[in-house]
């Protein structure tokens, strides 16, 4: 799935559903998750406080629309691997919880699959 397909999916969602889960207390684990692994990517600490900063950056979309995949490296997508990994870590049980959150998480997922072709070599 293309970067830009996705984050047109999320720039489309009702923003009163990104404020609900900026608003949350104790997220559910799987979206703290999600949130976290973005953290990890963005080179930020992977905490709630630093995720509800995430979700009120009016330039969330521009930030990970021009996200240099090239930046990973080995050893951050080691500790993506940690939650991408998970069981629980899917689409469609994000998607029941929250689908700004959902969106989130596809494009972890993609920026880790190129984030592996590039160290593989098969992507420059």
Known sequence: MK???ILDE???IDKLKITETKALANP???IAYVLESVLI???KEPSFSQARRLLADPNLIETLQNFDVQ???KLTLKKLKIYTTMDSYKYESVAELSQPIACLLKWVKEIEKMAELVHNGQLK
């Open 41 to 43: 990517l963005l080179r």
């Open 10 to 12: 999320f720039k489309s």
């Open 28 to 30: 559910p684990m799987i």
């Open 71 to 73: 930046s990973v490296d």
């Open 3 to 5: 970067i830009n397909t």
